[in-house]
C-alpha cells in the first residue's frame, strides 16, 4: 500500500484521506495537527492513523499531504523538508499557489506539486459520500503529477494537468465564475428593488433569466449566447441604464461590465455602433485596451 502523511487536518484533509483509505490503495500514516485532540478525532473520521502534534515524530511516507492555510504552506514545508525522504511526494491542495512553495522539500530529494479538487468540503461527511468524478487541478514536476493523477483518480476525481505558472489564473477563473456570480446577483437584485419589483418576485423573475443565460452560455458559447442592449449596439438603453444607477461603485461596475461586453460582440456591432456603445458608457480613448473574450 502507499503510505499517506496529512499535515494539517482541517475539512479538505481528513475528507481526502478518507476518501484515499476508502479506495484500498493507500495506508494513511500519520495525521498531524496543532493539538492531540484535534489530530485523534480527524483520525476517528478518517477511520485509520496515527495522531501526531509534533513535526520530529511525523514517519517517512511516500505522500504528503500539506492541507493547511495558503499563508501556512511554505513555513511547513520547511519543517518537514528535514524528514522526507528522496524520491517521496510532497503536495498541497491550494487553489491558487502554484508547487514552488514546496522548494525545501524539493531540495531534500522529493518531488513536488499540487492538487486542487474543484469541490466545496463544506460539510466532510457530505463531501465524503458526494465526492465522484471531481474535476482535480494538477501542478508541479512530472514525478509528483503522475503520482497525484493515480491519487485523484483512486479517489474519484477526473484529474487534470495546469500550465506552469497557472495557478493564479485558474483560481481566477473559479472565483469569477462562482463568487462573482453571486455579486452580479445581488447588484442585480437591488436594480429590480429600484425599479419597483415587489420583494416577492425578484428571485422567480432574475432566477429564470440568470437559469436560461448560463445554460445558453455553457452550450452554445458566450458570444452565440451574448444578447441585450449592448449586444445589438442600443446605445441609447446603455445611456438610460447608466442614468438609473444612482451609485457611483455600481455604475463602475456597469460601464467595465460593458466594454468587456462590446469586446465580446465583435463582429456583431459595426464599428459605428461600438462607438455609438462606448461613448454612452462613457468610455474614453485613454482607458485602455480591452481584450476580446470572443472566440
Same mark, same amino acid.
Given at each position: 500500500m502507499i503510505r499517506i502523511n496529512i499535515i494539517g487536518a482541517g475539512r479538505l484533509g481528513k475528507t481526502l484521506a478518507a476518501l484515499a483509505r476508502r479506495s484500498g490503495r493507500y495506508r494513511v500514516q500519520d495525521v498531524m495537527t496543532r493539538g492531540a485532540d484535534s489530530a485523534a478525532a480527524a483520525c476517528a473520521f478518517i477511520g485509520m492513523g496515527r495522531a501526531v502534534t509534533e513535526w520530529a515524530?511525523?514517519?517517512?511516507?511516500? =505522500?504528503?499531504?500539506l492541507a493547511v492555510p495558503d499563508a501556512a504552506i511554505a513555513d511547513c514545508a520547511q519543517r518537514l523538508a528535514a524528514g522526507v525522504p528522496a524520491g517521496a511526494v510532497v503536495f498541497h491542495a491550494s487553489g491558487v499557489s502554484g508547487s514552488e512553495l514546496l522548494r525545501p522539500a524539493a531540495a531534500r530529494g522529493a518531488h513536488i506539486g499540487s492538487l486542487h479538487p474543484a469541490f466545496s468540503f463544506a460539510d466532510p461527511a457530505v463531501a465524503l459520500e458526494n465526492f465522484s468524478?471531481?474535476?482535480?487541478?494538477?501542478?508541479?514536476?512530472?514525478?509528483?503529477?503522475a503520482a497525484l493523477r493515480e491519487l485523484a483518480q483512486a479517489i474519484g476525481g477526473r484529474p487534470f494537468e495546469l500550465a506552469d505558472g497557472g495557478k493564479p489564473a485558474y483560481h481566477a477563473a473559479l472565483s469569477v465564475a462562482s463568487n462573482y456570480l453571486v455579486t452580479l446577483t445581488a447588484i442585480a437584485r437591488h436594480l429590480a428593488g429600484q425599479g419597483g419589483v415587489p420583494e416577492e418576485l425578484i428571485t422567480p423573475?432574475?432566477?429564470?433569466?440568470?437559469?436560461?443565460?448560463?445554460?445558453?452560455? =455553457?452550450?452554445l458559447g458566450p458570444q452565440a449566447a451574448l444578447t441585450g442592449p449592448i449586444a445589438r449596439g442600443d446605445a441609447s438603453t446603455v445611456a438610460l441604464h =447608466?442614468?438609473?444607477?444612482?451609485?457611483?461603485?455600481?455604475?463602475?461596475?456597469?460601464?467595465? =461590465?460593458g466594454r468587456q461586453t462590446a469586446a465580446l460582440a465583435g463582429e456583431r456591432l459595426s464599428e459605428p455602433a461600438r462607438r455609438q456603445v462606448l461613448s454612452a458608457l462613457g468610455a474614453a480613448e485613454d482607458s485602455g485596451p480591452v481584450q476580446s473574450l470572443a472566440g
Amino acid at each position: 500500500m502507499i503510505r499517506i502523511n496529512i499535515i494539517g487536518a482541517g475539512r479538505l484533509g481528513k475528507t481526502l484521506a478518507a476518501l484515499a483509505r476508502r479506495s484500498g490503495r493507500y495506508r494513511v500514516q500519520d495525521v498531524m495537527t496543532r493539538g492531540a485532540d484535534s489530530a485523534a478525532a480527524a483520525c476517528a473520521f478518517i477511520g485509520m492513523g496515527r495522531a501526531v502534534t509534533e513535526w520530529a515524530d511525523v514517519s517517512a511516507a511516500d =505522500l504528503y499531504l500539506l492541507a493547511v492555510p495558503d499563508a501556512a504552506i511554505a513555513d511547513c514545508a520547511q519543517r518537514l523538508a528535514a524528514g522526507v525522504p528522496a524520491g517521496a511526494v510532497v503536495f498541497h491542495a491550494s487553489g491558487v499557489s502554484g508547487s514552488e512553495l514546496l522548494r525545501p522539500a524539493a531540495a531534500r530529494g522529493a518531488h513536488i506539486g499540487s492538487l486542487h479538487p474543484a469541490f466545496s468540503f463544506a460539510d466532510p461527511a457530505v463531501a465524503l459520500e458526494n465526492f465522484s468524478d471531481v474535476l482535480c487541478a494538477l501542478e508541479g514536476d512530472a514525478e509528483a503529477c503522475a503520482a497525484l493523477r493515480e491519487l485523484a483518480q483512486a479517489i474519484g476525481g477526473r484529474p487534470f494537468e495546469l500550465a506552469d505558472g497557472g495557478k493564479p489564473a485558474y483560481h481566477a477563473a473559479l472565483s469569477v465564475a462562482s463568487n462573482y456570480l453571486v455579486t452580479l446577483t445581488a447588484i442585480a437584485r437591488h436594480l429590480a428593488g429600484q425599479g419597483g419589483v415587489p420583494e416577492e418576485l425578484i428571485t422567480p423573475l432574475l432566477g429564470g433569466l440568470m437559469r436560461q443565460t448560463l445554460e445558453n452560455a =455553457l452550450a452554445l458559447g458566450p458570444q452565440a449566447a451574448l444578447t441585450g442592449p449592448i449586444a445589438r449596439g442600443d446605445a441609447s438603453t446603455v445611456a438610460l441604464h =447608466l442614468q438609473a444607477l444612482d451609485d457611483e461603485g455600481l455604475r463602475a461596475v456597469y460601464q467595465a =461590465l460593458g466594454r468587456q461586453t462590446a469586446a465580446l460582440a465583435g463582429e456583431r456591432l459595426s464599428e459605428p455602433a461600438r462607438r455609438q456603445v462606448l461613448s454612452a458608457l462613457g468610455a474614453a480613448e485613454d482607458s485602455g485596451p480591452v481584450q476580446s473574450l470572443a472566440g
